[in-house]
Every structure is written in structure tokens, then in C-alpha cells.
């Protein structure tokens, strides 16, 4: 796993989706850093996580969509199937891979946090407690990157195909509302991502929200490894 997390570190970075992802993340992250926190003079950065979920819609698409839909392009998807290196480990050095550059982003959030403190007191915990809902969150979005990644060769539609998902995801409370079934809208709304970020925003720690995130990462790279275990013996 250790080598092909380094390498898809250095395919981040070569090809030059490391610098266009934490570019439009930092530009994002400022803007809404600005205009929630510093133009009304608080120290509440609640505004500017909320906002950051939308962010992290359109660009941990971009982020994943070349893992695998390139080794299928470039043909060198056989040759990644047959190597001496079990199936798990190579989805989980992309995924990690992934997430590792996603983990750098959001790290800019302590910087605008030192920011704040030169001005007034900052909730530090809080901030903890956001920049974990946001880490959660793209563990889980990375995730289903990753596996839409796998059913393609074209990094466009793994793209496109990576937002729409994201964006259902994020749709969900909208759905349920507009579901007349109790026991289908009850069980919707305990499926909502963004009502359980949104707890973290607020500042609160929720164990079974932590426990739903990580689930739904290891499910999505699951699935994942079973379409690689279908295609190895195809």
C-alpha cells in the first residue's frame, strides 16, 4: 500500500491537481472566511464551514476522478490488477492518497484560526470540532470518489458522475421532505450528511455521526474492491 500511496502522491502533485485543488480550496476557504468572520468582527467560523460543504462538492470530484478511470484509459489497469499487492491495498493507497491532499486543504482552517486569536479569544475546541466534520466528511466524499472513479476510463465522467452523487448525498433532507412514507422519510433523514455536519458546526460532538462517516468510507472502498475482484477474474 505504502508504494502506491507515493506514487499517486506524486501524481497529484506532477500532474498538477494538487496545485488546482488547494488553490480553488484556499481562494474558497478566504472568501468565506471573510465575509462570515472578519467583515462582521467574530470569531465564529460556524458560516464559513457551513459554506464549506458546497466547496468540497465540486472539488473532491476533481480530486478523485483520474485514481482509476486513468489506469483504465492507459491500459496499465492490468498490469496494477496482477501486481504482488492485494486488492484492498491498492484502493486504500488511493484513497489515502486522496485524502492526504484533502487533509492539507482543510488544514488552512488552524491558520485562519491564529488569525482570529490576534483579535479576540477563538473557541478552539470548536474549531477542533469543525475542521473534524470536515475531515469525516471528505474521508466519506473521497470514498465515493474513488468508486466512481473505478466504473470508468473517462476522467470527465467520473467527474461529473463523482458531483452528481455528492450532490444527491447532500439533497437528502430535500428528499425526505418531499417523501409522504414516515417510516422512508425517518429513515432518510437519519441517512442526511449534511444535518450531521451541520451538528459540528454548532459545536456538537455526536459518536454515532463520527461512527457514520467512517462507515460509509469503508463501505464505498469496499465496493470499490469488489468491482476490481470482479474484473481481476473476468
Same mark, same amino acid.
Given at each position: 500500500?505504502?508504494?502506491?500511496?507515493?506514487?499517486?502522491?506524486?501524481?497529484?502533485?506532477?500532474?498538477?491537481?494538487?496545485?488546482?485543488?488547494?488553490?480553488?480550496?484556499?481562494?474558497?476557504?478566504?472568501?468565506?472566511?471573510?465575509?462570515?468572520?472578519?467583515?462582521? *468582527?467574530?470569531?465564529?467560523?460556524?458560516?464559513?464551514?457551513?459554506?464549506?460543504?458546497?466547496?468540497?462538492?465540486?472539488?473532491?470530484?476533481?480530486?478523485?476522478?483520474?485514481?482509476?478511470? $486513468? $489506469?483504465?484509459?492507459?491500459?496499465?489497469?492490468?498490469?496494477?490488477?496482477?501486481?504482488?499487492?492485494?486488492?484492498?491495498?491498492? =484502493?486504500?493507497?488511493?484513497?489515502?492518497?486522496?485524502?492526504?491532499?484533502?487533509?492539507? *486543504?482543510?488544514?488552512?482552517?488552524?491558520?485562519?484560526?491564529?488569525?482570529?486569536?490576534?483579535?479576540?479569544?477563538?473557541?478552539?475546541?470548536?474549531?477542533?470540532?469543525?475542521?473534524?466534520?470536515?475531515?469525516?466528511?471528505?474521508?466519506?466524499?473521497?470514498?465515493?470518489? =474513488?468508486?466512481?472513479?473505478?466504473?470508468?476510463?473517462?476522467?470527465?465522467?467520473?467527474?461529473? *458522475?463523482?458531483?452528481?452523487?455528492?450532490?444527491?448525498?447532500?439533497?437528502?433532507?430535500?428528499?425526505?421532505?418531499?417523501? *409522504?412514507?414516515?417510516?422512508?422519510?425517518?429513515?432518510?433523514?437519519?441517512?442526511?450528511?449534511?444535518?450531521?455536519?451541520? $451538528?459540528?458546526?454548532?459545536?456538537?460532538?455526536?459518536?454515532?455521526?463520527?461512527?457514520?462517516?467512517?462507515?460509509?468510507?469503508?463501505?464505498?472502498?469496499?465496493?470499490?474492491?469488489?468491482?476490481?475482484?470482479?474484473?481481476?477474474?473476468?
Amino acid at each position: 500500500m505504502g508504494a502506491i500511496y507515493r506514487r499517486e502522491i506524486g501524481a497529484f502533485f506532477t500532474s498538477g491537481i494538487a496545485y488546482v485543488f488547494l488553490a480553488v480550496f484556499y481562494i474558497f476557504s478566504a472568501y468565506f472566511f471573510s465575509i462570515n468572520t472578519l467583515a462582521v *468582527g467574530s470569531t465564529n467560523m460556524a458560516g464559513m464551514f457551513a459554506n464549506l460543504f458546497l466547496v468540497i462538492i465540486f472539488l473532491i470530484p476533481i480530486l478523485t476522478m483520474r485514481l482509476f478511470s $486513468e $489506469e483504465k484509459k492507459q491500459k496499465t489497469e492490468q498490469g496494477l490488477l496482477t501486481a504482488p499487492v492485494s486488492l484492498s491495498a491498492i =484502493v486504500l493507497g488511493k484513497y489515502f492518497a486522496a485524502l492526504t491532499l484533502y487533509t492539507i *486543504g482543510i488544514s488552512v482552517v488552524f491558520i485562519y484560526g491564529l488569525i482570529l486569536s490576534l483579535f479576540g479569544t477563538v473557541a478552539w475546541l470548536t474549531l477542533l470540532s469543525n475542521f473534524l466534520a470536515l475531515l469525516l466528511l471528505g474521508g466519506a466524499f473521497c470514498a465515493v470518489g =474513488v468508486f466512481i472513479s473505478s466504473l470508468t476510463e473517462n476522467q470527465v465522467v467520473a467527474a461529473v *458522475g463523482g458531483f452528481v452523487s455528492l450532490m444527491l448525498l447532500y439533497m437528502i433532507d430535500v428528499i425526505a421532505s418531499s417523501v *409522504g412514507v414516515t417510516w422512508l422519510q425517518n429513515f432518510l433523514y437519519t441517512m442526511s450528511f449534511y444535518s450531521r455536519y451541520y $451538528e459540528f458546526t454548532c459545536g456538537i460532538f455526536n459518536l454515532s455521526s463520527v461512527l457514520f462517516y467512517v462507515s460509509c468510507a469503508v463501505l464505498f472502498n469496499f465496493f470499490t474492491v469488489r468491482v476490481f475482484e470482479k474484473r481481476r477474474w473476468s
